[in-house]
C-alpha cells in the first residue's frame, strides 16, 4: 500500500543530496534498517526504492542549467512578471530583464551574452536569486536584440481592467492577490505581511475548495457525486491560466486530474500524494528547496496520516489551531519573530478571506459591485490595524534549526500518543514540547552590547545597542520600497527592540535619511538629532549618559549636503568608533589636522566607498581594525570604487562588505 510513498521518500532523499550534501544520504541506512527489520521488505522492493534516488542523483546531474557562453537563444516564454520573464530553452531556463510586455507561450530568439543572477537585497528582504533557483533557473540573459517568432496576444489583462473600474488602490491589490496571485505592495496592507497574513490573502487551493463546496451546496447530492470532479477540474484549469501555472496550482490540477483518473482504483490518499509530488518534482527538481513544495506537502502528509475531526464547530477550532501550530515554525524562519496575536487573528482572518475571494469572483462578472468591495477591504485594514497595535511578537532571530528539528519530533510524537490513547504521556509531552519557546525566549533577557551594520542596499543605517539603549545611526532609504515596514521594524522586532532611544541622522541624502518619516509613524523613537543640531553645542558634541557623541564635523565648506555631512566619533566599552557619513576628502584632512590623535577601532566607510571619501592619508592616519562598507549589490554608481579597495588593501586594513554579507554584526 505504501511502495509509493517510500519511493517517493528516497527519491526526496536522493534530490536533497544532490543539491545540498551528499551527506543527506545517511539518512537511507537508519531507512534501509527500518524497512528490513520492521516492514520486512524483500531485497527486491529495496533495491527498488534506492533505485529512486539514484534516479534523483542522475535527474540533478543531467537538469540543463543553462549555458554560460551562449549568445543566441530561442525558447519560449514560461513565466512573467511586469519588467522580467522566463525563457525556456533546450539548453534550460533564463531570466530576462526586458520591458516588452510578452505574454506566456509567446516565442522569441534574442541575442546578447549570459551573466550571474544578482538582485539588490536588504535586511529581511525576499530571497529573489534562491526563489529562481528553486526554479531552475541560474543565469541571466542580457538582451541585445529580440526576433519575435510567435507572440501569444491572448492575456487576462482585459478582465483585471474590466474588475478594476470601481476599486480603489488597496481593493485592487487585494484582488489582484485573491484572483491572479499577485504580491501585495501597498503601504496600508503591510501589516498583513507584519502578522504574516497575506499568504491567506493569496489565490490558493483553499479558497477554491471553499467556493466549490459553497457551489455545490445548492446541487442535489446525486450532481456532486457525478460531477464534482469535472466542475473543479475546470475551475482549476482557468486559475492555472490566470496564476501563469503557478505551482500550487500544478499540484492542485493534478491532485483532481488524479481523482478522478483513479476513481475506481485502490490507492489511498497518501500514495495519491506521493504519486503528485514525484511527477511536480521529476519536471521541476529544484523545486523541493521552495515552500511551495514542502509548505503544503509537509502539511498534507501531516493530515494524511493524522486525518482532524470536522464534525463540529469546537473540532473545527482545535483543527484550526492545531494548523497554526504546524505551520509556526514557517513564520519564525521567515519572520525570525512569533506573533501571538497572529495566531489568533488567523481564526479570523481565514473565513474573512474566503468570503473575500467569492466576492473577487463576483467583481469578474459585475464590475459595480467594487464600491461594496471597497468597504470590505477597508474594514479588513481597520480591523488589522487595530489587531496589530496589541501585536505582543517574541522574538525568534536566535531559533537554531535544532529546535526546529525537536519542535517537529515532538509534534509528532504528540500526534502519535493523542492516536493511540496514551493520554497520561501527552503532558509530559507538552512540557517538553514548551522547551525551543523557552529557549527562544530566553533571547528576552538577554543584554546586547553590539554594533550592528544594518543592510539597507544603496544606503547606511547603523545601530548601536549598549546598555538597554537603541541608538540609530542613519535609516537608509530607498524610493521604490518603505525600509521602514519592510525591513527595520521587522529586524527590530526580531531582536526585541521596542523602541529607539536616539536616532542621529549624518545629512539629508535619501538613501541616509529616507526611511525616517514612515519609522516615525510606525515605530516609537524618542529621540531624532540632526547634524546641524550639533552646532548649539560648543563641543559639537551630545550626552546620553556617560555615552559622548561627537561630530567631528565642524567646518562649513559649502552648502552641499555631502560637505555637511556629519562624521560621528564615540567611544564604547574601550571602542574607539567613526561612522562616516559623505564626508569628501577636503572634510577627512581638515578632521585630521585638528585631531592629531584620532584613532578608531571601527570606522564606517565614507560615501558607500567611493573615491571622493577615504583617502590613504585619512586612514593610515586613524589606522582601524575594521572597515565596513555599506554598499548596495550591484549598485549603478560601481561602489565601493576600486581606488577606495586598493587602499584598503595598501594599509592592510580589513574590511567587511553589506552588499556581500548582509548585515554585519560586531561584539563590543
Known amino acids: 500500500m505504501y511502495h509509493i510513498f517510500f519511493a517517493f521518500i528516497f527519491f526526496l532523499i536522493g534530490l536533497l543530496s544532490s543539491i545540498f550534501s551528499y551527506y543527506i544520504l545517511s539518512i537511507l541506512l537508519p531507512l534501509i534498517l527500518f524497512l528490513n527489520l520492521y516492514k520486512k521488505q524483500n531485497i527486491k522492493t529495496i533495491v527498488f526504492y534506492i533505485s529512486f534516488t539514484i534516479l534523483a542523483i542522475v535527474l540533478i546531474f543531467i537538469y540543463p542549467k543553462g549555458d554560460n557562453s551562449a549568445t543566441n537563444l530561442t525558447g519560449i516564454i514560461v513565466e512573467k512578471s511586469n519588467s522580467a520573464y522566463t525563457l525556456f530553452t533546450l539548453k534550460g531556463k533564463y531570466y530576462i530583464y526586458d520591458k516588452n510586455d510578452y505574454n506566456i507561450f509567446s516565442i522569441i530568439n534574442v541575442n546578447g551574452y549570459v551573466s550571474k543572477l544578482t538582485f539588490s537585497h536588504y535586511e529581511g528582504s525576499f530571497d529573489y536569486l534562491s526563489y529562481l533557483n528553486s526554479k531552475g533557473i541560474f543565469l541571466k540573459f542580457n538582451v541585445t536584440k ?113 481523482s478522478i483518473l483513479c476513481d475506481n482504483k485502490k490507492i489511498n490518499y497518501i500514495s495519491k500524494l506521493s504519486l503528485i ?45 492545531l494548523i497554526l501550530l504546524f505551520l509556526l515554525p514557517f513564520q519564525i524562519t521567515y519572520k525570525k519573530t512569533i506573533s501571538l496575536i497572529s495566531l489568533l487573528s488567523q481564526l479570523f482572518i481565514i473565513p474573512y478571506s474566503h468570503f473575500l475571494f467569492i466576492c473577487s469572483l463576483l467583481l ?79 533571547n528576552l533577557y538577554i543584554k546586547h552590547d553590539e554594533l550592528v551594520f544594518i543592510d539597507v542596499d544603496q544606503g547606511d543605517c547603523t545601530l548601536l545597542r549598549y546598555k538597554n539603549m537603541n541608538i540609530l545611526f542613519d535609516t537608509g ?120 590623535d584620532l584613532k578608531a577601532d571601527i570606522i564606517k566607510i565614507g560615501h558607500h566607498g567611493s573615491k571622493t571619501s577615504s583617502s590613504l592619508n585619512y586612514l593610515k592616519k586613524v589606522n582601524p581594525e575594521l572597515a565596513i562598507i555599506s554598499v548596495g549589490s550591484n549598485n549603478s554608481y560601481s561602489l565601493p570604487s576600486k581606488e577606495t579597495l586598493v587602499v584598503l588593501n595598501t594599509l592592510h586594513i580589513n574590511y567587511k562588505r553589506t552588499d556581500y554579507e548582509g548585515s554585519i554584526y560586531y561584539a563590543l
Open 146 to 258: 529580440t526576433e519575435e517568432i510567435f507572440i501569444n496576444r491572448f492575456s487576462f489583462d482585459f478582465l483585471k481592467r474590466y474588475s478594476f473600474q470601481y476599486l480603489s488602490a488597496d481593493s485592487k491589490q487585494l484582488f489582484s492577490s485573491l484572483i491572479f496571485s499577485s504580491s501585495i505592495t501597498s503601504s496600508n496592507l503591510f501589516i498583513l505581511d507584519e502578522l504574516s497574513l497575506s499568504s491567506l490573502l493569496s489565490s490558493s487551493g483553499f479558497h477554491i475548495n471553499v467556493f466549490l463546496n459553497f457551489l455545490l451546496s445548492f446541487c442535489k447530492n446525486s450532481f456532486k457525486e457525478k460531477y464534482a470532479k469535472y466542475i473543479k477540474l475546470i475551475v482549476l484549469t482557468f486559475f492555472l491560466f490566470f496564476t501563469s501555472f503557478a505551482f500550487s496550482f500544478k499540484r492542485l490540477f493534478l491532485s483532481c486530474l488524479l
Open 277 to 321: 509530488g514525484f511527477i511536480l518534482l521529476f519536471f521541476e527538481p529544484y523545486r523541493v528547496t521552495n515552500s511551495s513544495f514542502y509548505f503544503p506537502f509537509s502539511l498534507l502528509f501531516y493530515l494524511a496520516i493524522f486525518p482532524l475531526n470536522t464534525n463540529s464547530f469546537k473540532g473545527k477550532f482545535k483543527n484550526s489551531l
Open 477 to 596: 532609504g530607498k524610493t521604490n520600497v518603505d525600509l521602514a515596514t519592510k525591513c527595520l521594524i521587522p529586524y527590530f522586532r526580531s531582536k526585541n527592540i521596542k523602541k529607539l532611544d536616539y536616532v542621529f541622522i549624518t545629512h539629508l541624502d535619501y538613501d541616509h535619511y529616507g526611511a525616517l518619516n514612515s519609522l516615525q509613524l510606525n515605530f516609537k523613537i524618542d529621540n531624532v538629532v540632526y547634524n546641524t543640531d550639533f552646532k548649539s553645542s560648543n563641543s559639537y558634541s551630545y550626552m546620553i549618559d556617560e555615552l559622548t557623541i561627537k561630530n567631528l564635523n565642524i567646518y562649513h565648506v559649502s552648502d552641499e549636503e555631502n560637505d555637511n555631512s556629519a562624521v560621528y566619533y564615540f567611544e564604547v566599552k574601550n571602542k574607539k568608533v567613526l561612522i562616516q557619513g559623505d564626508a569628501p576628502i577636503e572634510i577627512e584632512n581638515k578632521i585630521i589636522t585638528d585631531n592629531p
Open 364 to 442: 469578474l462578472f459585475i464590475p459595480i459591485f467594487g464600491i461594496v468591495y471597497n468597504y470590505l477591504v477597508s474594514f479588513l485594514v481597520f480591523v488589522l490595524k487595530g489587531i496589530n497595535n496589541f501585536n505582543f511578537y517574541i522574538p525568534a532571530s536566535n531559533y537554531l534549526m535544532i529546535f526546529i528539528i525537536i519542535y517537529y519530533f515532538l509534534f509528532i510524537l504528540i500526534s502519535i500518543l493523542k492516536t493511540y490513547n496514551y493520554t497520561r504521556f501527552i503532558k509530559p509531552a507538552l512540557c517538553l514540547y514548551l522547551i525551543p519557546f523557552s529557549l527562544t525566549a530566553s
